[in-house]
């Protein structure tokens, strides 16, 4: 039986504000579910298409340059599609009004200096791994990626921006081990099957020498990078777009005088380097930056940098599948086993002395607080603690 009807309009507003409070709520829809597990494991599905990616790159160009194209060609024309798309990607994610001139008009000059030492790295990093790519096969160009964040690990020990503890020292020299062991026993001209163009084993040695100068620079530019984006605020993106132009100029004056009068190396004569230089700039970079950023948001960099260990058993896969890879060399296994062990201490060594210092430096406990410490408590992101 319904109790007798207020007339809304001869009560007061703050009557009504108090009437309306102690009204009965109706049935208000239950609270969403928590996210199924399939969503939880979607990261992890993203790290290891963006790993596969990585590999089908490094297939598609092994192809193209047995197939007879110039690497250097093959190099500046990734390096041209790649700052194509990641001018759109900038213009559509950082600056949709525009201004993206402007800003880049607006650093300073002292980090004018820093996005030309950038653009030098970004040139010796790709150009480095397609000429080696040319000397070496797929598979032994995936066992070295995975020392690139260990190399990052040291450059920023070695230039003040992280200390070096024994944890880091130690992955850092399994690394170095497991990167000695493939450049000098796991040399393989012929890769088990693998067509690599005829070449011997001093030809080899020099491509994983090269390999290993293109991951040098490729951590140091890791470490130069995120002081660049802390000291001028531009978005991530944006900064990638500034020093990869910078390395398409380089490389649009060093491919004539590399290349010489061969006027034919610039036009592909088959459909492999067409589809190396798409894929090598539209899922080789683009779509590896925007999923890695995603996943490394939804799950840790500690995570996102140990699913670099997959390249070699994908590499390796790929290898058999489609390049007729029959066998590998123990130096190659050995190689690999230790460089990603080294890339495992490394990581999970940096971040456990990470949470110490953080814990070390935090505020003593209240023990009337019943509230549990959370990540961002003691200084490190959440998604840091695993």
């Not at 802390?230 to 004056?253: D, G, K, M």
């Not at 840790?300 to 140990?306: A, H």
Request: one cysteine or more; charged letters at 15%.
């Amino acid at each position: 039986m319904e109790g007798p009807r207020l007339d809304k309009r001869s009560l007061s507003d703050d009557e009504q504000s108090t009437q309306f409070i102690n009204q009965e709520t109706p049935h208000e829809p239950a609270p969403s579910a928590a996210p199924p597990n399939k969503s939880r494991a979607l990261p992890y599905v993203a790290l290891v298409a963006v790993q596969l990616s990585y590999c089908v790159w490094h297939v598609l160009g092994k192809i193209a340059l047995n197939g007879g194209t110039n690497p250097f060609v093959l190099a500046l024309y990734r390096q041209a599609g790649a700052c194509a798309c990641l001018a759109a990607l900038a213009r559509c994610a950082d600056f949709p009004r525009g201004g993206l001139v402007r800003a880049a008009l607006a650093v300073s000059a002292r980090d004018r200096r820093r996005f030309l030492a950038l653009g030098c790295l970004g040139f010796g990093n790709i150009f480095g791994f397609v000429v080696a790519l040319s000397y070496v096969t797929a598979f032994n160009s995936a066992l070295l990626h995975p020392v690139i964040p260990v190399i990052a690990a040291a450059a920023a020990a070695a230039s003040g921006v992280e200390r070096l503890t024994s944890r880091v020292a130690f992955g850092v020299g399994l690394a170095a081990a497991g990167a000695l062991v493939v450049v000098v026993f796991g040399v393989s001209g012929g890769g088990g099957g693998e067509a690599n163009a005829g070449a011997s084993s001093a030809s080899v040695v020099l491509g994983n020498v090269i390999l290993l100068g293109q991951c040098v620079c490729m951590g140091c530019l890791l470490v130069l990078q995120k002081a660049l984006i802390e000291s001028t605020r531009l978005p991530p993106t944006t900064t990638t777009l500034f020093y990869n132009l910078i390395a398409a100029a380089i490389a649009l004056v060093a491919t004539p005088l590399l290349v010489g009068d061969d006027a034919g190396a610039y036009v592909f004569a088959s459909w492999a380097p067409v589809a190396a230089t798409l894929y090598g700039a539209v899922f080789g970079l683009c779509f590896v930056y925007v999923v890695l950023g995603w996943a490394t948001a939804l799950t840790s960099p500690t995570v996102v940098s140990l699913s670099m260990t997959l390249q070699p058993p994908l590499n390796a896969l790929l290898s058999v599948v489609f390049m007729g890879r029959r066998s590998f060399t123990a130096g190659e296994v050995a190689g690999g086993v230790l460089i990603s062990a080294g890339l495992a201490v490394t990581v999970l060594g940096r971040r456990r002395d990470r949470v110490a210092d953080a814990a070390d430096d935090a505020p003593p406990e209240n023990p009337f607080d019943d509230e549990p410490r959370r990540g961002d408590d003691l200084g490190v992101p959440l998604t840091e603690v695993v």
